[in-house]
T-cell receptor
Framework: GAVVSQHPSRVICKSGTSVKIECRSL??????MFWYRQFPKKSLMLMAT?????????EQGVEKDKFLINHASLTLSTLTVTSAHPEDSSFYIC?????????????FGSGTQLSVL | GQQVMQIPQYQHVQEGEDFTTYCNSS?????IQWYKQRPGGHPVFLIQ?????EVKKQKRLTFQFGEAKKNSSLHITATQTTDVGTYFC??????FGAGTRLTVKP
């Protein structure tokens, strides 16, 4: 199956700093990628839909200036958590479908555990 | 957007017992997908259902899509310890249900 690589797997940062998370589709082109946030033992909360070459679509309640998404190529989307605070600590996970629609299964990255001190 | 409700939140069974998790949507779905997330891992795609009343099987797992395409279920027959994890459904807008965490006692 298709492979989605997410990096880093774990990051610890100081409050006020920014953290960039990368999500790459390794063997397919992903015109659309999805970013989720997951709290311990909770469900995946869709944060935004990332579209190659255009602005991301954010879910209600997700601050676009706080969570910057860039999808500059067909194989790479990045999520930058700006001016991180302890409440931003969470598991962030990206996914992509092979044809960029919502009718195809999602392939998930391995996730990034962010801890803000 | 659509909202997908999933129950139960937790299920603890003895190995060999059956397990079922249910998803219900407030709106008609074009498709529904099921994923499994092992502890410490990421969600892995299990199956997609598209047709009204569709039933699909994967070994001990049986997936159903309701006639009205608003509900779905995942049934595991004779659970094994390898079935441990959280099972999520997702509607066609990529929003996930709350998940059902399955634990299996050997």
């Amino acid at each position: 199956g298709a492979v989605v690589s997410q990096h880093p797997s774990r990051v610890i940062c100081k409050s006020g700093t920014s953290v960039k998370i990368e999500c790459r589709s390794l063997d397919f082109q992903a015109t659309t990628m999805f970013w989720y946030r997951q709290f311990p033992k909770k469900s995946l909360m869709l944060m935004a839909t990332s579209n190659e070459g255009s602005k991301a679509t954010y879910e209600q309640g997700v601050e676009k200036d706080k969570f910057l998404i860039n999808h500059a190529s067909l194989t790479l989307s990045t999520l930058t958590v700006t001016s991180a605070h302890p409440e931003d600590s969470s598991f962030y996970i990206c996914s992509a479908s092979t044809d960029g629609t919502t009718n195809e299964k999602l392939f998930f990255g391995s996730g990034t555990q962010l801890s803000v001190l | 957007g659509q909202q997908v409700m999933q129950i139960p939140q937790y299920q603890h069974v003895q190995e060999g017992e059956d397990f079922t998790t249910y998803c219900n949507s407030s709106t008609t779905l074009s498709n529904i997908q099921w994923y499994k997330q092992r502890p410490g891992g990421h969600p892995v795609f299990l199956i997609q259902l598209v047709k009204s009343g569709e039933v699909k099987k994967q070994k001990r797992l049986t997936f159903q899509f309701g006639e009205a395409k608003k509900n779905s279920s995942l049934h595991i027959t004779a659970t094994q310890t390898t079935d441990v994890g959280t099972y999520f459904c997702a509607g066609n807008d990529m929003r996930f249900g709350a998940g059902t965490r399955l634990t299996v006692k050997p």
